[in-house]
């Protein structure tokens, strides 16, 4: 920062390392004499001969150093000497554990829940080991400051670099963050103002360019991500705009609050509070103490990449499982309506005590309508204590379903498109055709979105940017009682307590057919899809909702519905999700145009009954 931005405001202090804090600094020991654990010089070849192939033990000796090192008194050199030797081994095993609870449904249970904890745990304790660090240095001289501000100035780098690991680790999970994460977010802060080194040029913590770094501008890359409405986006974009913020921070400003900033700084960081930056508008008037975050430049940023980017469609965005992957027009799109650029709710939500039945993925979504396209209403399932994970067998069908049609060949097909309907064995319910539901109460709702509350474990994967379908008997629907949207936004309070935001994406879903006709490996393949909408209103224009699947050029595409087959080809990427496709399809082609390929999602992780307060047994597993 530049100017009056490096000016501390009156009325704030540091916090209060009370006792019953998360990052309360503990009582320390004395080392016993001789112990290598106590010795810098000793710390590098440890750190060599750390197993790094083996996750779990390299997890479990961290785990066991640091909780050492933050029990045991220590010179402030040697304490930064051994932490800043540990760094590079814990970074990589922190990656390396966001693979076992990232991309899991939600809330998180078993084992990626353990594995979340100890990752947390790390976390927490080399905040500490940096705030023991600094902890004999706020009270020196002036003098002896000045010559240990280099070492100051990186330790407070690093300890607001793991309390925004931390910050970043809840929006993933959509989880709330700890009691006092913000107060020690802004107190790390301010003792940087205090010691006028927030300015000073630090190298990252990131693994990734750019390696230079301030603590100014690490502390508004905070803030502005939790302006930037995480818990709306897909784990891996919360990634990939942490990523971006470093070269668009620094165009922010941060400034104590003035009459003359009234009309352009939209938003207010309350540095004495537990609170994240706010918009002003939500402050009640009166003595506010806060500094004032404006964004008019980063804002203007973003709109110009906007029109450098044109009309470019999310499927041009790059691979959603890629952290590094660049900004498309359409997640740009949001970051400047959430930094500043307007934008307001297009429809009031009215609020509700109605609850609604919620079925989870694609492919429950198709079982549910093929086999049972007008349920019988909410308040009768076939058990009396209903809900949470509730299992409604569907009732054999007649003929052939869209899921014996996907999984059949192509010219085996031929009678069912002639309109042979005759009874088939393969139609036999299944174990796989079960569908879950869940019971979810509406808080609030609007026209086109719900405002739910779940309750309870839910058996589909709850996540941002997964596809639902709900029954809604208000909706005055006809003919099909099920509403396709999408979980747009998601926050888990606990395991009881899950809340989500769900945009609808059509009133009329119908199952059908998508026949792919692969050039390059000569076979065709049957994807059992929803069609939105009437395929009979308007030839030229089809919407279908797919399974993740890209076809190459060369490919053909025909859609087989109401008894008629027609090609197809790919004329506008809506949306693309780890678990769906959402296209606008235009008449036959020939050739299909090309699509970029897509990571596979990965396995899950299988869940462990291991008890959730100890760590026994990942360090033998991971």
Not at 76 to 104: M, N, T
């Amino acid at each position: 920062m530049g100017g009056d931005q490096g000016r501390p405001c009156g009325g704030f202090e540091l916090t209060d390392k009370s006792s019953g804090s998360l990052f309360s600094t503990p009582q320390l020991h004395p080392p016993q004499r001789g112990d290598e654990r106590a010795r810098r010089n000793a710390i590098r070849a440890w750190v060599d001969s750390l197993p790094l192939a083996n996750l779990g033990e390299t997890a479990r000796l961290l785990y066991e150093r640091l909780s050492y090192l933050n029990a045991h008194k220590l010179s402030p050199a040697d304490r930064f000497a051994i932490l800043e030797a540990i760094r590079p081994a814990l970074d990589l095993v922190l990656q390396s554990l966001g693979r076992h609870y990232r991309h899991q449904d939600l809330p998180l249970s078993g084992r990626p829940a353990l594995v979340a904890k100890l990752a947390r745990e790390l976390l927490v304790m080399m905040v500490i080991g940096y705030q023991l660090v600094l902890r004999p240095l706020a009270g020196t001289s002036p003098w002896a400051q000045v010559t240990r501000s280099g070492r100051r100035v990186e330790a407070l780098h690093r300890r607001l670099h793991y309390l925004g690991r931390m910050l970043l680790d809840d929006f993933q999970l959509y989880r709330k963050h700890p009691k006092g994460l913000w107060r020690e977010i802004h107190a790390t802060y301010l003792e940087a103002l205090q010691g006028n080194l927030q300015d000073r040029p630090v190298d990252s913590e990131e693994v990734h360019p750019p390696r230079g770094s301030t603590i100014s501008n690490l502390y508004k890359r905070i803030l502005l991500l939790s302006l930037s409405a995480p818990y709306r986006m897909l784990q891996g974009e919360v990634q990939r705009v942490d990523r971006a913020l470093h070269r668009w921070a620094p165009l922010s400003r941060l400034q104590p609050l003035e009459p003359r900033l009234s009309t352009s700084a939209l938003y207010l960081v309350e540095p004495g509070v537990d609170l994240p930056p706010r918009y002003r508008d939500d402050l009640a008037g009166g003595d506010i103490h806060a500094w004032a975050l404006d964004t008019n430049r980063l804002s203007d940023a973003i709109a110009r990449e906007l029109e450098a980017l044109g009309t470019a469609s999310p499927a041009d965005e790059g691979h959603l499982a890629d952290p590094a992957a660049p900004l498309g027009a359409e997640l740009l799109g949001r970051l400047a309506l959430a930094w500043g650029l307007g934008g307001a709710r297009a429809t009031a939500r009215e609020s509700s005590d109605a609850e609604l039945d919620l079925i989870y993925g694609i492919g429950a979504i198709i079982r549910a309508l093929d086999r049972d396209p007008a349920p019988q209403g909410l308040g009768s399932p076939p058990d009396s204590e209903a809900s949470v994970g509730a299992v409604y067998p569907p009732e054999t069908p007649v003929g052939r379903s869209v899921w014996d049609l996907a999984r059949m060949p192509v010219d085996e097909d031929i009678a069912i498109r002639d309109g042979e309907l005759s009874r088939a064995p393969w139609s036999r319910t299944r174990p796989d055709t079960m569908v879950h539901r869940q019971r979810s109460r509406i808080i609030d709702r609007s026209p086109r979105g719900f405002h739910l509350h779940l309750s309870g474990r839910g058996t589909g994967p709850r996540r941002v940017g997964e596809l639902v379908a709900a029954t809604d008997p208000d909706a005055g629907t006809k003919g099909c009682a099920w509403r396709v949207g999408v979980i747009r936004w998601m926050r888990a309070n606990s395991a009881d307590d899950v809340r989500v935001g769900v945009e609808i994406l059509s009133d009329h879903p119908e199952p059908v057919v998508l026949c792919w006709q692969r050039h390059e490996q000569g076979d065709t393949v049957s994807v059992a899809s929803l069609l939105l909408g009437d395929a009979g209103e308007d030839e030229s224009r089809v919407v279908l909702l797919t399974p993740a699947f890209f076809p190459a050029a060369g490919d053909r595409l025909k859609l087989r519905h109401g008894g008629r087959e027609r090609s197809l080809r790919v004329l506008q990427a809506i949306e693309r999700t780890r678990s769906f496709v959402h296209c606008r399809y235009a008449p036959a082609v020939v050739r299909q145009a090309s699509a970029p390929p897509t990571e596979s999602e990965p396995a899950p992780v299988p869940a462990s009954a291991a008890p959730e307060d100890e760590f026994d047994t990942l360090w033998r597993n991971l």
